[in-house]
């Protein structure tokens, strides 16, 4: 048993409890009695891994099928990577410590750009070779793709043997059935692949190719075989109540990020925030009903023990029951001593007696995310908040004993100007003016406001994705700006590594030539590009000029509104002709108002028949 | 209510913060009685002996637990235990007052079963016994030292069936001094890697002689 030689591994490592496994509700199973085995790798550590809600909802779908098998795999921090390279330790899984090679199929969630080196890292770790044709010849694991960086699959294309674009709770079940039956028949690996690539979702890269013309723009992705999709439409769960949650979820032992149930109460967002990429992808917008959330909470605390409960989605505020359900839990649970908290709360939300409700338990710091400074530069990124509001919510929050406030802003936000910065101070002076406004018998002492500045990043599927990126060295210089300007009592201004933006711009609209880079930068050693200490920009900027290419032919390219896209053939249900409309009325500072009131005519309501409520 | 534990194979490696929060949770899904602490963020009134380093397992680790209603010790047991991991397994348990504190003022040793897989080390135990004095470096939070470590083993055996080296240890284990064993193995075989299992708590009666520390809590009680 690998077991026996990961253990003395261990007492040489920062947090070995990442690397055993063995948490209440983890599933067991006898593997003699098992058709598939999937590998749910998550390229990052465990606390950032098992913090993620799509994992728990696959894991459980799954394993709830007798005959398959779903275990975890983390990426090993760089001193646990060592120990294991140093004693031919393979990567394993934490369920029954197998070597990932030895699975049926090994599977990457792809939440954000910067875990692609870490994708690349397990590959090796496992044995896996890193191409489609030599795991054909090998006769090793498929390696499949899903999560929100698979809508544009490209920049990966070459170690990837299929992507699954958008919701993955039918989509996964389907991959295991077919596999299954592939292998009980007999067949080709390509015959297998051919068979799903005519799946609804499913990309196959390997039957496409990337054309660039004279100049080296990209010119489009074509087809290699005319018995695959031209396009492929991402996968769309009409009715989440029907979608399977888990009852049950690991509880880990040691802390993660997120130490608590979640509730996913909607998918998708109305409001079109234009900068937004989530709000894009998971359209059209579902919600779970108030009598499934009641009995999913009660299942869930019962089989956990936790202590804590948040209501997940993009726009939680936004949830019809919202009130209701806050009511109905703080009156169900609350006397177990179970804390509930509204994490993503927006400005404009109905905050007044959700607020009332929560603070009995806890009072969880209050987060808004403004976004940008000026009126202006929030209707061209359609952020449909204003001072006012932010003034009303916060006075109210501070009246009800709150004292913690964040500020979410972006700075390199199309047609940005050093006012819009500006504006950000004045939102920062609003909140202490409504602080200082609350009497002093009734607000809460010890006053905090943090104002974090996130570089803008322009995302395939939204109306900015032709819009090139600020440089960096504007960027720094907006931080400097905005650094002097937030010199104000309680105030507290943090803000993101443009480096890494930088490059987090160049592979999300990047086309198929990136994979050469990120081969390059994984063995120049990067991974773990996300974690600041671990972030080698150099290697990064080495490895593009390892290719003849450069981070800014990407980062800071304008794309022609016409131009080809390098996710021209992924189908998200947004048009492109919605998303120029919308480009064109950012420029013009319009609104478009949230989509519950009106809608845009963003194509779902053609692409997925009758979700999309309030347009019909 | 006190209760004795094991803390074994892969749930050797949570700290002792991980243990108090797996412990809580493990409670709140068996719905046993148990009492809260006041305030802000309200946790399990839960304590233990002592702290064990992570990496080491145990057979006989006690928690302390205030309760909040009326419970058996057998039904504490069987509730608690349909809800563990495998690896924490409550192996007794007994209604006691206040026990936790009066607990560790009364441990005064504790005592190891080791496995060194691929070491003949009966050598170095023979050689370590031999001597009166032995230097190590003892590390605590703010500062190291050195200390004569030899008189805080008070028993200590070695025997190697030519696979593996198997040693039964008994080290001083009170409030004021207390020797980890993976100090000792450390002197005696630096680099080797060890399986370390606590398997006793002691204390003294007024002869002096040893008694198991669960026994002598039920005793007070
Ligand atoms: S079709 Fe209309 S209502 Fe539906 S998501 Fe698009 S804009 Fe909103």
Known sequence: MLYDRIEPLLAGVSKPARYTGGEVNMVKKELDGIDVRFAFCFPDTYEVGMSHLGMKILYHILNKRENFYCERVFAPWADMEAAMRQNGVPLFSLETFSPVADFDIVGFTLQYEMSYTNVLNMLDLAGIPMTGSERDAANAPFVVCGGPCAFNPEPLADFVDLFMVGDGEEQILELCEHYDAWKKRGGTREEFLLEMANIEGNYVPRFYESAYDENGEFAGVRRLRDDVPARIRKRCIPDLDSADYPDRIIVPFTEIVHDRVMLEVARGCTRGCRFCQAGMLYRPQRERSLDKLLEL???????????????????????????????????????????????????????????????????????????????????????????????????????????????????????????????????????????????????????????????????????????????????????????????????????????????????????????????????????????????????????????????????????????????????????????????????????????????????????????????? | MIAEFEKMGRMSWFSHLDLQNTMQRAMRRAGLPVRYSQGFNPHVNLAFATALSVGLQSRCEILDVELAGEISPEEFLTRINAVLPEGLKCSRAALVEDAAPALMALMTEAEYAVEAPGADLSAAVEGFLALEEVMAEKKSKSKTRMVNIRPMVHALDCAFDGEKSVLTMILEQTNANCLKPELLLQTLAPGVFCRIVRTGFYARKQDGARVGLFEAGMDKA
Request: glycine share 6%; with cysteine; hydrophobic share 35%.
């Open chain 1, 297 to 616: 909470a009660r299942k869930l605390l019962g089989s956990t023990g936790y202590e804590e409960m948040s209501l997940s989605s993009l726009s939680t505020g936004d949830y019809s029951h919202l009130p209701e359900l806050a009511r109905k839990l703080v009156q169900e649970h609350g006397c177990n001593k179970v804390a509930i908290s509204l994490p993503s709360l927006r400005i404009d939300s109905v905050l007044g007696e959700t607020l009332e409700q929560t603070q009995q338990i806890r009072k969880t710091g209050l987060t808004f995310a403004p976004e940008a400074g000026t009126q202006r530069l929030r209707d061209v990124i359609n952020k449909g908040v204003t001072e006012q509001q932010l003034r009303e919510s916060v006075h109210d929050a501070f009246e009800k004993g709150w004292s913690a406030v964040k500020l979410y802003t972006m700075i390199g936000l199309p047609t940005e100007t050093d006012e819009d910065l500006d504006g950000i101070r004045g939102l920062a002076q609003a909140v202490l003016d409504e602080y200082f406004s609350v009497p002093k018998e009734v607000r809460q002492k010890g006053l905090r406001v943090s104002v974090s500045a996130s570089s803008f990043v322009p995302k395939p599927f939204t109306p900015f994705q032709w819009e090139p990126q600020n440089t960096i060295e504007e960027l720094e210089r907006k931080q400097k700006l905005l650094r002097e300007k937030l010199h104000l009592r309680s105030v507290t201004f943090s803000w993101h590594e443009p480096h890494l933006s930088f490059l987090e711009a160049a592979f999300a609209r990047g086309d198929r030539r990136l994979c050469g880079v990120l081969l390059a930068a994984w063995k120049r050693g990067c991974r773990f590009d996300g974690w600041t200490e671990e972030f080698k920009f150099d290697a990064w900027m080495a490895a593009f000029a390892d290719c003849g290419l450069t981070c800014e032919q990407f980062a800071h390219k304008r794309y022609d509104l016409d131009a080809p896209l390098p996710w021209d053939h992924i189908d998200a249900g947004v048009t492109k002709e919605f998303l120029q409309r919308e480009w064109k009325k950012a420029l013009a500072a319009q609104t478009s108002p949230d989509c519950r009131i009106k809608c845009h005519g963003c194509g779902m309501k053609q692409f997925i028949k009758g979700v999309c409520k309030s347009c019909e």
